[in-house]
C-alpha cells in the first residue's frame, strides 16, 4: 500500500503571526488547525485570516478541519433556512479549503452544515482534487439533513472517498445524535472495502456488524458502540478479519442491568461466535447482561491471537469467569476491569483473595498475568487485605508502571500508603482517572541539634 511523507512544515515568527478565532498552528501534531463555525451571526474564522494561514504562514502544513460545533447558534434545525450572508461567508471559507484537498489529512463534518454549504456551490465543487493525505473523517447528523440537500451532499462525499487507494490508512467515523439505526445505504460510493478503521457512534445491529466485518476485509480498528438486535443470521462458517487489530463490541447501555429482561441481551456473544480475528490484540466489551465462557473461548482459541490490552465495562461476570478469562490470555500488559450496574453504584467481589495471590509472583513470574504494565479496576472490587498490597508491590515499579482505582472514597489506609510508597519508586497512581494527590511530608532536620546557637 502507497503511504506519504509528511511534507516539510514551515516555522513562522509567532511574534508577527496574528491571532483568528477558529484557526492556529498544532506544533505538537505539526497540524494546521480550522474550526468554521457560527457564532453571533458571524462565521470564524474570517476569511481573511484563513487565506492568510493557508497561503503565507503555513501553506505546506496538512490540515485538521472541523465544521462541527452546532452549540453556539443553535442553527442545526434548520440549515437551509440560514441567513444568505452567512451561508455565503461559509461558501467563501469552503471553497478556500476545498482548493487545499490534498492538504486535509482530518476532517470533522456536521452533515446538515456541509450540506448546506454544498447545495449552494455544487458545481464549484465538483472539480476539486484528490485528497491524497486524507486519514480520518468523522461525520453525525445523517439522519438530520434536510431532504432537499441529500444528492448534493452524497456528490461531496462522493468525490471525497472515489480515490480511497491514495489514502494510506482510510478511517471513517460515524456519530448520530437522533439515534438512527446504521444504514450503509447512508453512504452509497463509500468503497468500505478500503477502510482501515470503522467507528460506529449510533445504533447498530449484532446482524449488521456481522455484514460490516465481512465488507470491510481490511479493517484494523472496529468499533461499535451501541449494539441491539437482531443477531446475525447465517455465516455458518465465521467469518476471518484478517487485519484487525482492535475490536470494541458494547451493547446499548439504556437497556444494560436489566438481566433476562434486556432485550438485546447476549449480542455481543452472538458477534464473536460468527468471527477469527488472528492479529487481535486490544478487545473492549461493555454493557452486556452475561458472560458466556464458552464463545470468548472459543473465539480466542479460534482466533489464536495473542491479546495485549483487555477491557471489560459493565459485563456480569464472576471472578471465576474472570480469573478463567486471565488465564487464556497469558500475554496481557494492559487490563481493564470496570464495575457491574449501569452507574457503578454497586461492585461485585471481582479480586478476592486468591486471585490476587494467583496474579502475585513468588520469583519465578508463573503467575496470572505476568506481563501486565497497566491496570485499571474499581477499588470496591477488590477485597480488602494484604494480597493486594503485596500484588501490587512484588510487580512494581519493574513491571507494572500504571494503575487507576476507580470509586475510591473509602480507601483503605493501608493501601492509601501502600500505593504512596510505590509512587515514590515509579509507579505512576491514578484515582478515578486523575493523578493521586499524596500529602507532602515534612520532616525536621537532624543536623538542627548540631547548629551553634
Same mark, same amino acid.
Given at each position: 500500500?502507497?503511504?506519504y511523507a509528511?511534507m516539510p512544515i514551515s516555522?513562522?515568527s509567532?511574534?508577527l503571526e ?8 498544532n506544533s505538537r501534531?505539526?497540524m ?6 457560527i457564532e453571533?451571526f458571524r462565521?470564524?474564522?474570517?476569511y ?5 494561514y493557508l497561503?503565507?504562514?503555513y501553506?505546506?502544513a496538512l490540515?485538521?478541519?472541523?465544521l462541527?460545533d452546532?452549540?453556539r447558534?443553535?442553527v442545526r434545525?434548520d440549515?437551509i ?9 461559509? @461558501? /467563501?471559507n469552503?471553497? !478556500?479549503l ?8 482530518? *476532517?470533522r463534518?456536521d %452533515?446538515?452544515f456541509?450540506a448546506a454549504v454544498?447545495?449552494q456551490s455544487?458545481n464549484?465543487?465538483?472539480?476539486i482534487?484528490?485528497p491524497k493525505?486524507l ?8 439522519s438530520?439533513?434536510n431532504?432537499q440537500?441529500v444528492?448534493?451532499l452524497?456528490s461531496f462525499l462522493?468525490?471525497?472517498w472515489?480515490?480511497m ?10 456519530m448520530?445524535t437522533?439515534?438512527?439505526e446504521?444504514d450503509?445505504?447512508?453512504?452509497p460510493?463509500?468503497r468500505y @472495502? /478500503?477502510?482501515s478503521? !470503522?467507528?460506529l457512534?449510533?445504533i447498530c445491529?449484532?446482524a449488521? *456488524?456481522?455484514?460490516? %466485518?465481512?465488507l ?6 472496529a468499533?461499535?458502540n451501541?449494539l441491539?438486535g437482531?443477531?446475525?443470521r447465517g455465516?455458518?462458517?465465521p467469518?476471518?478479519?484478517t ?7 458494547e451493547?446499548d447501555n439504556?437497556s444494560f442491568d436489566q438481566?433476562?429482561n434486556?432485550?438485546?441481551i447476549g ?9 477469527n480475528a ?5 478487545l473492549?466489551l ?6 458466556s465462557?464458552?464463545?470468548?473461548d472459543?473465539f480466542i482459541?479460534n482466533?489464536?491471537c495473542g491479546l495485549e ?8 461476570m464472576?471472578?471465576?469467569d474472570?480469573?478463567r478469562a ?8 494492559e487490563?481493564?476491569?470496570?464495575g457491574q450496574?449501569?452507574h ?5 467481589l471481582?479480586?478476592p483473595?486468591?486471585l490476587l495471590?494467583r496474579?502475585?509472583?513468588n520469583g ?11 491496570l485499571?479496576v474499581?477499588?470496591?472490587s ?9 500484588m501490587l508491590?512484588?510487580?512494581?515499579p519493574l513491571?507494572?508502571r500504571f494503575?487507576n482505582l476507580?470509586?475510591?472514597r473509602d ?10 510508597e ?9 484515582f478515578d482517572?486523575?493523578?493521586a ?10 543536623w538542627?541539634?548540631?547548629?551553634p546557637?
Open positions: 500500500m502507497q503511504t509528511p516555522y513562522p509567532h511574534e496574528p491571532n483568528y478565532p477558529g484557526i492556529y498552528f501534531d505539526k494546521l488547525e480550522i474550526d468554521m463555525y453571533q462565521v470564524h474564522p474570517p481573511k485570516g484563513l487565506a492568510e497561503h503565507h504562514y501553506p505546506k490540515l485538521r478541519i472541523s462541527w452546532w452549540r447558534d443553535e434545525q440549515p433556512q440560514l441567513d444568505p450572508k452567512i451561508v455565503q461567508d461559509l @461558501r /467563501k469552503f471553497m !478556500l476545498c482548493q487545499h484537498i490534498s492538504k486535509w489529512c482530518e *476532517v463534518f %452533515l446538515p456541509l454544498s447545495y455544487p464549484d465543487t465538483s472539480g482534487g484528490l493525505s486519514r480520518k473523517l468523522e461525520v453525525r447528523e445523517m438530520s439533513v431532504a440537500l444528492n448534493s452524497h462522493d468525490q471525497l472515489r480515490d487507494d491514495f489514502m494510506p490508512y482510510p478511517n471513517l467515523r460515524i448520530e437522533a439515534e438512527p446504521f450503509t445505504r447512508m453512504f460510493g463509500l @472495502r /478500503k477502510l478503521e !470503522l467507528c457512534d449510533t445491529s449484532a449488521q *456488524v456481522v455484514d460490516l %466485518l465481512s470491510c476485509p481490511t479493517l484494523r480498528k468499533v461499535f451501541e441491539v437482531p443477531k446475525p455465516h455458518t462458517t467469518i476471518t478479519c487485519y484487525l487489530r482492535h475490536l470494541t463490541l451493547n439504556i438481566g433476562e434486556n432485550p438485546y449480542m455481543i456473544w452472538e458477534v464473536l461466535r460468527k468471527i488472528p492479529a487481535l490484540n486490544e473492549s461493555g454493557y452486556e447482561d452475561i458472560w465462557t464458552s464463545v470468548f472459543r482459541g482466533s489464536k490490552k483487555l477491557r471489560l465495562v459493565g459485563i456480569k464472576s471472578d471465576k474472570l480469573y486471565l488465564a487464556k490470555n497469558q500475554h496481557l500488559r487490563l481493564t476491569v470496570q450496574s449501569a457503578g453504584e454497586y461492585y461485585d471481582m479480586f483473595m486468591d495471590e496474579m502475585t509472583h519465578d513470574w508463573n503467575c496470572l498475568c505476568p506481563h501486565l504494565q497497566r485499571e474499581a477499588y470496591p477488590i477485597q480488602r487485605s494484604d494480597s493486594f498490597r503485596r508491590q512484588c510487580r512494581s513491571r507494572l494503575i476507580i470509586s475510591t480507601i483503605d489506609p493501608a493501601d492509601f500508603q501502600a500505593l504512596e510505590l509512587a515514590k519508586k515509579g509507579l505512576s497512581v491514578y482517572g486523575s493523578p494527590q499524596f500529602p507532602v511530608r515534612r520532616f525536621q532536620s537532624n538542627s541539634h548540631y547548629m546557637r
